[in-house]
């Protein structure tokens, strides 16, 4: 392991020896970690006022103080998603999905488990969805209710244009649910400019906490129609928020522990500065790394207009020395977490700028990076001519 001074720092910082260049789990602050080193019971006045600052901090977030809810629940994003799906979808209700990458798909493959109705709109991973088409969908076909979008798509890192999605879906009095997951807190999201019914997210993206709690942030009079849709007990946002509501109490054993560590990272989150700090910080990683790895010959995927500051997909070097599996491995022993890439388009893979990360981070990364392409031998990092299309 690097013994850098830079590097005893933030070990310090983080208590870690790794980085995490991932998109969740993340690299967390120590303190985060240390919340963690208390039991809690369920039913104590602390454990049920912490719960209830957590929710009414991410309605702030969301700028939805007054007509919006958070509505929690165990597990990772997905289920944060199936849930919000499952409870505002009524049974009789079609689904359109907008989908450039795995979670959209995911939401298609949500809708059909559940066995509601729902249809994609597709187009490739390197490119934001057709608002012409999107207008057409919604004025044809009437059965249409609700409309799920991906805020920032992870698979490719690509910003979708949610206000436009927002506008288009509300003009035609539709409903609107975003999985917000790797957005939510650092790309600014607000339900005074932004129309929308719902927005999922989880503990362990941009608000830096541990994994184990996803929420929806849902529109109170959108969640107050809701009784009885959903299809599954556990994941039923309804019955979850009236319990919150009524005594504070969750229905089912909590994750007591990830809900102190998220306390704490949400605390830690109002004191860098909220949603625009985080956002310059991750703006200023992506950008210290796209430049650094743009010097050393890699090419990104998206055009820097479509690059959201959270996941950056680079091709995969033409070179045939360039071995992925010994890159990737060379990285992680000097304890830097890279992410593969699963895209369809191209051959690729991603490094992620969000977590407890500063620029300094990234720039020992590129340096680890270069060392390794030089122990390969690899002189060209562009993507061979056909993958660059
Ligand atoms: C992380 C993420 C999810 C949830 O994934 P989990 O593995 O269930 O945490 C959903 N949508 C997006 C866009 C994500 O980035």
């Given at each position: 392991?690097?013994?850098?001074p830079h ?39 602390q ?21 919006y ?13 199936e ?8 049974r ?8 450039n ?16 109705s ?52 509300a ?8 999985d ?23 503990s ?98 998206l ?6 500051p ?80």
């Open positions: 392991m690097t013994t850098a590097a005893r720092t933030r070990a310090a910082h983080t208590g870690n020896d790794e980085f995490l260049l991932t998109p969740g789990p993340l690299t967390t602050s120590l303190t985060v970690k240390q919340a963690m080193l208390r039991d809690w019971g369920s039913r104590d006045k454990f049920i006022a912490l719960n209830a600052r957590i929710r009414d901090k991410l309605v702030g977030i969301a700028g939805g103080e007054g007509d809810v958070t509505v929690p629940v165990q597990g990772s994003g997905t289920f944060a998603v849930a919000t799906l499952g409870t505002l979808l009524p009789d209700g079609k689904l359109l999905v907008l989908v990458g795995a979670y959209g798909e995911r939401m298609m493959k949500i809708a059909k488990y559940m066995g509601r729902a249809i994609a709109l597709s187009c490739a991973e390197d490119r934001t969805p057709d608002l012409a088409s999107l207008e057409t969908l919604l004025s044809e076909d009437k059965a249409i209710t609700h409309v799920a979008a991906v805020h920032c798509e992870t698979t490719s890192g690509i910003l979708n244009p949610i206000a436009e999605i927002a506008d288009i879906v003009k035609h009095g539709r409903s609107l649910i975003i917000a997951m790797s957005a939510f807190g650092a790309i600014p999201l607000d339900v005074r400019e932004i129309t929308c019914d719902a927005i999922a997210a989880s362990n993206k941009c608000l830096e906490g541990v994994p184990g709690v996803g929420y929806a942030i849902i529109r109170r009079a959108a969640l107050e129609k809701c009784e009885g849709n959903a299809h599954s007990l556990a994941l039923d946002l309804y019955d979850q928020c009236r319990a919150l509501d009524g005594n504070g109490q969750w229905r089912f054993t909590p994750p007591t522990h990830v809900l102190a560590a998220f306390d704490q990272a949400v605390a830690e989150f109002e004191k860098e500065g909220g949603v625009p700090a985080r956002n310059a910080r991750y703006s200023e990683n992506c950008r210290t790394l796209v430049e650094g790895m743009r010097d050393l010959g890699f090419e990104t995927l055009p820097d207009d479509l690059q959201a959270i996941i950056v997909t680079f091709h995969m070097p033409a070179d045939p020395k360039f071995d992925f599996t010994a890159f990737y491995d060379f990285l992680a022993a000097r304890g830097y977490v890279i992410y593969p890439g699963k895209l369809t388009v191209a051959p690729t893979f991603r490094i992620g700028c969000i977590g407890q990360l500063v620029k300094a981070d990234l720039e020992a990364a590129l340096a680890v990076i270069a060392e390794v392409l030089g122990e390969m031998g690899v002189t060209q990092c562009g993507p061979a001519a056909n993958a660059a299309e």
